[in-house]
């Protein structure tokens, strides 16, 4: 509740023909109703009603008209007559209101004033109130994947998300792709970042990665940082990116923000929310491969995404039918894998706490490693060296997967590692050593309940700064020599063996999954750069402890 002496206006104005005390603070607008008895009456509806500035999303006066269910007893409008003329004595809010499961929807209230210079000071001074908040974007750039997930990108943003914006007075460029990368290559090289307060990207994982490609890399060039040199620390980005869900896994989007859903993920856009996060990037030797900011996946999630890439007409579901199929395959892959756990930090991957909106874990270990690189910047030593000694594990592995976030997602809502952070500078690095396909399924079916996926012999996790793979029979560059129709010799090894299951020969690599792309080298170098990023998000918000369930979208 604001102070009386912080309040900049307070009327007495109507909503549905009943009284209400209105005030506007400077952090918060409330309606409380008028009531003459102080007894409480289970049928009313609720007599106080309070929404936070940073919350609303616009205001607009009525013409008379448009207010809709709203007639007044007839007072007000005698004077209006009386006056003779038209007047607008009526202004609307659009706030935002929570729903089950980290929904939000745009919810409205209209206010009816005794005059018109009333009305213009309410509308004004919510106005001038919206204008300050600094952190809002007023000016986006958009890409539309037309053919991401179900290929509802742009009739989602066309008619969930476009009339959002216009409401909240958030003008866009919107760029409809015509080809893969292209919205990579046009934040590469093109777009005139200057103009923009954040970039949104309308599709999927995929698409995300491409938008982050683009920014990451301007970035570097830009600042005169060499991205192909694996120990230079990169610059972070300062244009904040917006995800519109209508890709297949979504699972940035659900991670960041707690549900998939546009018109929610419009909402934090509009509000100005601000996320950041880590991005590992992945080098082999002194060659750029690609940055993740969810899962690197080899042996399981790397088969399945190659698997599923040859069946993408079938959408979203490609990925179940290829998780059964390598699953049923169950092959194991040879490799060292090195590390360098994070030590000093707060945070284990086997905590029972969440990464949630406004993460003490997040904050203190972005600030100490911050602090860190600037003291080795200073003492000029390597920064991974200084953070303590590489172990190494040589084995026989169905599954390495490094998650830098949760990667919860529709498929699996507390994901690959729920403990992991947004933003804390690491990845968890977890291996599934070679087993039985019974036990493998027990792993699998634990990223599904709330039973512990980390809790078998077979499973190990490590918080980590950096990790290395080299897969047994390490590919000379010959290896990766393309044949005259652009196979490599490595591909078509992986393919004799797998069109030969008869044979009982497995085959010596995998793929690594990059957040949904496949990697062309297995040998790779992981370095987590503690919030390269930020998206216009707040991290997953705890439930209210009293959940309004008589709100309408509660329901
Ligand atoms: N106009 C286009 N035509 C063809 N491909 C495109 C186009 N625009 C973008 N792409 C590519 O489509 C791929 C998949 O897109 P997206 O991530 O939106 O959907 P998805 O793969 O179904 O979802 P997810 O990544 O969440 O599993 C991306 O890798 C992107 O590079
Ligand atoms: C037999 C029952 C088993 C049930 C097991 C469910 C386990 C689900 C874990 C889901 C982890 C998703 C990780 C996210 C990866 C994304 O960066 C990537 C791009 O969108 N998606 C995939 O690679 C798509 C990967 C899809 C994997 C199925
Ligand atoms: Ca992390």
């Not at 809002?136 to 066309?158: A, M, S, W």
């Not at 998939?260 to 491969?289: E, K, R």
């Not at 399981?300 to 579901?317: C, H, I, N, Q």
Request: neutral net charge; hydrophobic residues 35%.
């Amino acid at each position: 509740m604001e102070r009386p002496g912080r309040l900049l206006l307070v009327s007495e104005l109507r909503v549905r023909n009943a009284a209400y005390d209105v005030s506007l603070g400077r952090s918060m607008l409330t309606w409380k109703r008028r009531t003459s008895s102080p007894v409480y009456h289970p049928f009313r509806p609720s007599v106080y009603h309070s929404v936070s500035l940073s919350e609303i999303v616009s205001v607009r006066e009525e013409e008379e008209e448009n207010i809709g269910g709203q007639r007044d007893d007839g007072s007000w409008k005698k004077i209006r007559e009386r006056e003779g003329k038209y007047c607008r004595q009526a202004f609307t809010v659009l706030y935002v209101e929570r729903c089950r499961q980290h929904r939000w929807r745009c919810a409205e209230v209209t206010f009816t004033c005794p005059e018109e210079t009333l009305c213009q000071r309410w509308v004004s001074s919510i106005r001038e109130q919206l204008a300050a908040a600094t952190f809002r974007p007023k000016h986006l750039l958009v890409y539309i994947n037309p053919y991401g997930g179900k290929r509802q990108g742009r009739r989602i943003y066309e008619q969930k998300v476009a009339p959002l914006f216009a409401e909240a007075g958030v003008a866009t460029d919107v760029i409809v792709t015509e080809h893969a990368n292209h919205a990579r290559d046009h934040l590469r090289t093109e777009a005139e970042l200057k103009k923009y307060d954040g970039v949104v990207c309308v599709g999927g994982d995929g698409m995300f990665s491409e938008i982050i490609h683009g920014l990451i890399w301007r970035t570097q060039v830009d600042g005169g940082v060499d991205p192909n040199c694996p120990e230079e620390s990169l610059l972070p980005c300062s244009l904040r990116i917006g995800i519109i869900p209508a890709g297949s896994t979504d699972c940035i989007c659900f991670a960041t923000v707690g549900t998939n859903d546009p018109v929610t993920s419009a909402l934090h856009i509009i509000v100005g929310d601000s996320q950041p996060m880590d991005v590992c990037s992945v080098h082999h030797n002194n060659l750029f491969l690609r940055y993740s900011v969810s899962l690197l996946g080899y042996g399981f999630y790397g088969d399945v995404l190659t698997d599923s890439e040859r069946k993408r007409w079938m959408g979203p579901a490609r990925y179940d039918l290829s998780g059964l199929k390598m699953f049923l395959t169950h092959h194991y892959y040879e490799g060292t894998v090195s590390f360098l756990p994070a030590r000093g930090i707060m945070g284990t991957p086997r905590d029972a706490s969440r990464c949630r909106s406004g993460c003490v874990v997040c904050q203190h270990n972005g600030r100490l490693l911050s602090e860190r690189s600037e003291k080795y910047e200073l003492e000029e030593t390597s920064e991974g060296d200084s953070d303590g000694e590489w172990r190494t594990i040589r084995g026989k592995f169905l599954a390495i997967n490094a998650a830098s976030m949760s990667c919860a997602c529709p498929r699996s809502p507390k994901g690959l590692s729920p403990a992991a952070h947004l933003a804390d500078g690491t990845t968890d690095l977890i291996l599934v050593r070679k087993c039985s396909r019974f036990n493998f399924l027990r792993h699998l079916l634990r990223h599904t309940s709330k039973d512990d996926q980390f809790d078998l012999a077979f499973v190990e996790v490590h918080r980590v700064r950096r990790f290395r793979f080299a897969p047994r029979h390490c590919q000379s560059d010959s290896d990766l020599e393309l044949d005259f129709l652009g196979n490599s010799k490595r591909q078509i090894f992986s393919q004799i063996c797998r069109d030969h299951p008869a044979c009982g020969c497995a085959p010596a690599y995998s793929s690594w999954n990059c957040d949904g792309e496949i990697l062309t080298h297995t040998a790779i170098d992981v370095r987590a750069h503690c919030q390269l990023i930020k998206l216009f998000a707040r991290g997953i918000e705890e439930p209210a402890v009293f959940e309004d369930l008589t709100s309408p979208c509660a329901i």
